[in-house]
């Protein structure tokens, strides 16, 4: 079996004011290092049509879903929060990033693939059941995560979040269900000011912050002291990643020293603990990554990693 990759130039078309760090040459950094002959192998599908808005409010409340839709100017850029901005085709390519997650836990719970990534933009994990924030409008993580227990029959699934900025979308969203465990490791204090040990949801949230100017050593200990137990006291049938690449040391957002080699061992760490409880079953998402060599490396160190499964 297979590693898939979903991409789709579609992805390039959700803009933002020029000089926003979350901007379409994000994909053209990815696209060409995943062109590179190690990744022949790769399963490549495109984009598939957007995701309903029935399927969006499976992680968000049907009148934002609708409000985003609305939003959407005929021309130009808008703000609709802080750092986010809608252009013509926002709604419909979020939509798209969404279903992108859907189709890759798809192919991986129904055994096609071994595990997909997912290229896909706007990023998911700041996005609250009722408003955007930090770049993100769907919860491409939380909505994957419901597709495979209402399609697929899943019991537990895990998000672990290695983007360097706490995912309090998905928090918030799954803070009251326990059918989803959500584990991260990330900056503190930085945006959005969430992510603390102490929030802890109904058991199912496990944060493991780290200081600014950890590296891999401090990053590897988070996963094996809180991740690793975590995942393997919940044994999910799915494990999604909130595949952030913020953490690099080249990144401009924050001040966390990984290297594409810390990301690897992260991915292998996952790997293990999905052959333990689900066949391997891993769909990852990619959040953040904001330097494009260190993204571009990075996200090249991980898809290599998955495609050894
Ligand atoms: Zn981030």
């Known amino acids: 079996m297979s590693t898939l990759l979903i991409q789709d130039p579609i992805f390039l078309e959700?803009?933002?004011?020029?000089?926003?760090p979350e901007r379409p040459d994000r994909m053209r950094a990815i696209d060409q290092a995943l062109s590179a002959p190690p990744f022949a192998?790769?399963?490549?599908?495109?984009?598939?049509?957007?995701?309903?808005?029935?399927?969006?409010?499976?992680?968000?409340?049907?009148?934002?879903?609708?409000?985003?839709?609305a939003a959407v100017p005929d021309e130009g850029i808008v703000p609709i929060e802080a750092d986010t901005y809608l252009s013509p085709r926002s709604y419909d390519i979020a939509a798209r990033a969404a279903a992108s997650a859907c189709l890759a836990v798809d192919e991986v719970m129904a055994g096609r693939a071994s595990n997909a990534f997912c290229a896909i933009r706007p990023p998911g994990h700041h996005a609250e059941p009722d408003h955007t924030m930090g770049f993100c409008l769907f919860n491409n993580a939380v909505i994957a995560a419901r597709q495979a227990q209402r399609k697929h029959g899943a019991e537990r699934v895990a998000i672990v979040d290695w983007d360097v900025h706490?995912?309090?979308g998905t928090q918030a969203i799954v803070w009251d269900d326990a059918s989803i465990?959500?584990?991260?490791?990330?900056?503190?204090?930085?945006?959005?000011?969430?992510g603390a040990p102490s929030e802890t949801g109904c058991g199912n949230i496990v944060n493991a912050p780290?200081?600014?100017g950890a590296g891999g050593t401090e990053f590897e200990m988070a996963f094996a002291d809180r991740i690793v137990p975590a995942l393997d006291a919940f044994a999910p049938d799915l494990i999604i990643i909130s595949a952030g690449f913020d953490a690099h040391w080249r990144d401009p957002l924050a001040e966390i020293n990984l290297s594409e080699e810390d990301f690897v061992r992260?991915?292998?760490?996952?790997?293990?603990?999905?052959?333990?409880?689900?066949?391997?079953?891993?769909?990852s998402l990619l959040e953040g990554g904001y330097d494009l060599a260190g993204l571009a490396g990075s996200v090249a160190m991980h898809v290599a990693t998955l495609m050894k499964a």
Request: aromatic share 4%; proline share 7%.
């Open 14 to 20: 959700h803009i933002a004011p020029a000089g926003h």
């Open 41 to 69: 192998d790769l399963v490549r599908v495109g984009a598939p049509d957007a995701a309903t808005a029935e399927l969006l409010a499976t992680a968000h409340k049907e009148s934002y879903v609708a409000e985003i839709r």
């Open 166 to 168: 706490h995912g309090n």
């Open 181 to 194: 465990l959500y584990c991260s490791t990330h900056q503190m204090p930085l945006y959005p000011g969430t």
């Open 210 to 212: 780290l200081k600014p």
């Open 266 to 283: 992260a991915t292998l760490s996952l790997m293990e603990a999905a052959q333990r409880h689900c066949g391997g079953r891993i769909v």
